[in-house]
């Protein structure tokens, strides 16, 4: 499984920002998709999860409302878009990828670079 991430950058505080992960190399319908972020100094920590097929999703407490998470199955590529960013989004977003059945998250992208300025 490969995982190619775009779309980070600076904003400015209240701006928005879709990130996006490409994905490739295995037929993803028994999988779930993943968005983590790491700032520095702190922990990966999880944002949001979406399964391939269906509609479930999941997110962390800190960005629900905020944060929306979507796939394009066709294109194999799964989104993540940010609204009312703050300071505290800051930080590397990875996309990542398991097998529904697994119990850990066993691919992932090289990471996307979000700044928000205040």
């Known amino acids: 499984v490969q995982l190619a991430e775009s779309g980070g950058g600076l904003v400015q505080a209240g701006d928005s920002l879709r990130l996006s992960c490409a994905a490739s190399?295995?037929?993803?319908?028994?999988?779930?998709m993943g968005w983590f972020r790491q700032a520095p100094g702190k922990e990966r920590e999880f944002v949001a999860a979406i399964r391939w097929t269906g509609y479930m999703t999941e997110y962390a407490d800190s960005v629900k409302g905020r944060f929306t998470i979507s796939r394009v199955n066709v294109k194999n590529t799964v989104y993540l878009q940010m609204n009312s960013l703050t300071a505290e989004d800051t930080a590397v977003y990875y996309c990542a990828a398991k097998h529904f059945a697994a119990d850990s998250w066993g691919s992932w992208g090289q990471g996307t670079q979000v700044t928000v300025s205040s």
């Open positions: 190399g295995s037929n993803f319908n028994n999988y779930v």
